[in-house]
């Protein structure tokens, strides 16, 4: 409820790692963010600092993201944010972590042909009237549709 979601734009700066989990499948991959800014003295946009974040996407959205997204590919990402920090060689660092819940190609820079994934869970069972259930038994009537007398 209190998430701090975000949006970034930017490129797969990593391969994506697939990999099963006891809570369901999960892909990981770098993703770098480059601010762009127009300099109006050259008459030319200028690169800013690169900013590096880890994605984590579970379940089907990990499925989908590994098997349909590559280094250097532009991506839109959405999801929760998450800061961290860690103590490794001696010093204190910060990793800037992102559980996405939604990826995308960033089709303001080229094209992509959307292919909906197959769901594998199968589907659920219509209810059955009962008087065909008594039938294939081989009952006259339905048991809960007796009634004590």
Known sequence: M??????????????????DTAAGGVARFRFA???????????????GNTSFY????????????????SV???????GRLKVREEERDGQRKTFVDVDATAVGHDLSRGTA?????????????PEQDPWTVAAEEGTAVPPQLVTAS
């Open 54 to 69: 880890t994605v984590s996407a579970w379940r089907s959205l990990g499925a989908n993201l590994a098997a349909s997204v």
């Open 33 to 47: 963010v480059t601010a762009r800014r127009w300099d109006r003295e050259r008459g030319l946009w200028s690169d």
């Open 113 to 125: 042909a959307f292919r909906r994934a197959v769901r594998t869970e199968p589907a659920p069972q």
């Open 72 to 78: 250097g590919e532009p991506l839109v990402v959405h």
């Open 2 to 19: 209190n998430d701090t979601t975000v949006t970034l734009v930017g490129n797969v700066a990593t391969a994506v790692e697939y990999r």
